[in-house]
Structures are given as structure tokens and as C-alpha cells.
């Protein structure tokens, strides 16, 4: 079991990037499946992608082309590099290993 905690989530206007971090309290390396899903208001949570150990990338067909995922196993690390943002965007993002998830860091996007 790791504890993952997400930051970089912020106010951005639409057509703008962010980068948000998730950061293992633990070693990712032998972890094969991570990924980002997010929950807008009102809504059910919903995958955004994933990346497998070997940098495999999966993605929401809502974000591909826009968001892209890395890892950093010698740091614990996962990234969501998020670029032309719509406000359709804004939501909670959570990372997870599919056993363990974050608390999660708020997008908005908006003018």
C-alpha cells in the first residue's frame, strides 16, 4: 500500500496547461498499472488515462491528443501534463494504483 498525494491543481483559463503531480510515499517501480481520473460536480468519477510500468499510455478519448501522462519510478513520481484546457475540464483529479487513491487537487477552468 503507498499514500499517493496530488498537487498542481489550480484556476487556469480555457486553452491553458497545467501539470499535475502525483507523488508516491513509496517505491512505483514494481506498480504496473497508475492512472488519473477526475470528478466533475454532479458527476461520477471518470478515467482519464493510464501509463504501465513500461510507459504504455492509455487515454479518455475526451482528452487524447491533449493530456499526457508520464512516470518517474526512480522518484516516485507520476505526471498529468494538461494542455488546452476547457472548462469541461474542471474537476477534482485523483491519481491512483488502482488499489490506493489520492485526495485529489481541484481544476477549474474559467475565464
Known amino acids: 500500500q503507498v499514500r499517493l498525494v496530488e498537487s498542481g491543481g489550480g484556476l487556469v483559463q480555457p486553452g491553458g496547461s497545467l501539470r499535475l503531480s502525483c507523488a508516491a510515499s513509496?517505491?512505483?517501480?514494481?506498480?504496473?498499472?497508475m492512472g488519473w481520473y477526475r470528478q466533475a460536480p454532479g458527476k461520477q468519477r471518470e478515467p482519464v488515462g493510464l501509463?504501465?510500468?513500461?510507459?504504455?499510455?492509455n487515454y479518455a478519448s475526451s482528452v487524447k491528443g491533449r493530456f499526457v501522462i508520464s512516470r518517474d519510478n526512480a522518484k516516485n513520481m507520476m505526471y498529468l501534463e494538461m494542455d488546452f484546457l476547457k472548462p469541461e475540464d474542471t474537476a477534482v483529479y485523483f491519481c491512483t494504483t488502482v488499489k490506493d487513491w489520492g485526495q485529489g487537487t481541484q481544476v477549474t477552468v474559467s475565464h
Open positions: 501509463i504501465t510500468s513500461d510507459g504504455s499510455t
Open positions: 513509496g517505491s512505483i517501480e514494481s506498480i504496473n498499472v
